[in-house]
């Protein structure tokens, strides 16, 4: 038996990186796992290397209805939702000069507004599970980096989202938990060399 037999999850950006590695672990530990991500192929493909406890179901994040519709699709195909790890993130390479308002918009959908209107959307069924949000962080919430401006603004937002739904939620039955994590290695990295 695994320590999340019987628990469902939904891993937003668990495609690749992070969150493939926390799909990968969930679903070792029992769990079943709604797996979020832009590209179709990708996910289908992932779905049949992970087998019977996985499903992925496509969202861009930048569209404000698209937060309603991933909880709908995992409670449509699991029946329940148990955890909600908000890890998809947009990482662009921006600094002052470089950073226009629709790049700026684009990064705290993604990173911030997102995450947020997920746990609104879970929220009834995190709560009626005694549940728990696991936010995703950088440590650039707290030092910045010269050539990622908007991205650390939206973690420094993110951990700001974290405190504060973590004094409330509780109260509710849910646990909130946020990790700011260091430089990691991911496929997506790659791109940026």
Avoid: C
């Avoid at 698209?66 to 890890?87: C, D, M, P, W, Y």
Wanted: glycine letters at 10%; hydrophobic letters at 40%.
């Amino acid at each position: 038996m695994g320590k999340l037999d019987g628990k469902v999850a939904l891993i937003t950006g668990g495609n690749s990186g992070i969150g493939l590695a926390t799909a990968n672990l969930f679903i070792q530990e029992g769990a079943k796992v709604m797996i979020h991500g832009l590209h179709v192929d990708e996910g289908e493909a992932l779905v049949k290397e992970l087998g019977p406890n996985s499903a992925f179901h496509q969202e861009d994040l930048q569209e404000p209805t698209s937060t309603e519709r991933l909880v709908k699709a995992t409670i449509a195909q699991f029946g329940a939702l148990h955890g909600l790890v908000n890890n998809a993130a947009l990482l662009v390479r921006s600094n002052l000069d470089s950073t226009d308002i629709d790049l700026f918009e684009k990064v705290m959908a993604v990173n911030i507004r997102a995450p947020l209107f997920l746990i609104k959307a879970a929220r009834p069924y995190l709560r009626q599970n005694q549940g728990s949000v696991v936010n995703i962080g950088s440590i650039n919430a707290y030092t910045g980096e010269p050539r990622l401006l908007p991205y650390a603004i939206s973690k420094g937002a993110l951990m700001t989202l974290s405190r504060n739904l973590g004094n409330v939620l509780p109260a509710e039955g849910i646990r909130v938990n946020h990790f700011n994590l260091g430089w990691v290695l991911t496929p997506n990295e790659y791109k940026y060399k």
